[in-house]
């Protein structure tokens, strides 16, 4: 069975016919040609898929895009306003946060959401935040100096 959704996504708006199983991350990469927001497990266990919806981090991967109708969606590639990186995109470059980049953009949108709620985050405060969000790569050192370098901006 297909439904009409109509979504705002990187503050464009969007009417598609869905079918009720499509996922969110789907018809993002698939629909809308948005690919940043990558596929990693399937089991909302990694985190690549994460996405901003109504202004909170989920994971794109196990919404349904039909829950997603009505919503306000931001993915990786409408953080940067007139080409200019947002605070965690450019905190990520300089701090060096990122070694292969597979879970760089989902990595990205759970810091800016992470900020967003808490601006100045203590360690234990960014570990927790992170918690839901792998890299295989880095050890994470650089990515929680990127937090820390963001959240001392005062733009996020």
Same mark, same amino acid.
């Given at each position: ?63 349904? #895009?039909? &829950? ?7 993915? *990786?590639?409408?953080? @940067?306003?007139?080409? !200019?990186?947002? %605070? ?8 060096? #946060?990122? &070694? ?7 990595? *990205?949108?759970?810091? @800016?959401?992470?900020? !967003?709620?808490? %601006? ?27 937090? !820390? ?8």
């Amino acid at each position: 069975m297909t439904r009409k959704i109509e979504l705002t996504v990187n503050g464009a708006k969007h009417s598609r016919e869905v079918e009720d199983r499509t996922l969110l991350v789907d018809l993002l990469r698939d629909q809308l040609g948005l690919t940043g927001t990558h596929v990693g497990c399937d089991t909302s266990q990694c985190g690549c898929c994460t996405v901003h919806v109504d202004g909170r981090a989920v994971k794109s991967c196990t919404m349904l #895009a039909v &829950q997603a109708s009505g919503a306000e969606v931001m993915t *990786i590639e409408g953080l @940067a306003v007139n080409g !200019k990186l947002h %605070p965690v995109q450019q905190a990520f470059t300089d701090c060096h #946060a990122l &070694q292969c980049g597979f879970c760089t953009p989902g990595m *990205i949108m759970a810091v @800016a959401a992470l900020l !967003k709620d808490n %601006p100045q985050p203590s360690d234990d405060e960014i570990y927790h935040g992170l918690e839901g969000n792998l890299c295989r790569c880095t050890g994470y050192i650089n990515i929680v100096k990127a937090v !820390k370098a963001a959240a001392g901006t005062g733009k996020v």
